[in-house]
């Protein structure tokens, strides 16, 4: 059964950095795009950034351009999100997320979704 494990989340203070990590087990997801989104309570899920499955094309939330990378390893199965300058409004639950269909920035054009590892962000 395909698995998406996300870790990496926790506290930090405002101008910290995090690195969370997306496992995939039972599925390499192969060819696939892989993204990162978040919701914060009592907000809707919202894009944060996507990479393509060689790599070489990513996208970005304005709001987390130029603080947030994300990178993957397909040899293992594994996607990162680099949060650096973090922000008091960056708190949140972070969801990895494979294979869109369609649009990469649209949560509901994918089906494979993590857990999900909460990241707050203290001023």
């Known amino acids: 059964q395909e698995q998406l494990v996300e870790s990496g989340g926790g506290l930090v203070q405002a101008g910290g950095s995090l690195r969370l990590s997306c496992a995939a087990s039972?599925?390499?997801?192969?060819?696939?795009?892989m993204g990162w989104f978040r919701q914060a309570p009592g907000k809707e899920r919202e894009f944060v950034s996507v990479?393509?499955?060689?790599?070489?094309?990513?996208f970005y939330a304005d709001s987390v351009k130029g603080r947030f990378t994300i990178s993957r390893d397909n040899a293992k199965n594994t996607v990162y999100l680099q949060m650096n300058s973090l922000k008091p409004e960056d708190t949140a639950v972070y969801y990895c997320?494979?294979?869109?269909?369609?649009?990469?920035?649209?949560?509901?054009?994918?089906?494979?979704w993590g857990q999900g590892t909460q990241v707050t962000v203290s001023s």
């Open positions: 997320a494979a294979d869109p269909e369609g649009s990469w920035k649209d949560p509901s054009d994918y089906s494979a």
């Open positions: 039972g599925h390499t997801f192969s060819g696939a795009p």
């Open positions: 990479i393509s499955w060689s790599g070489g094309s990513t």
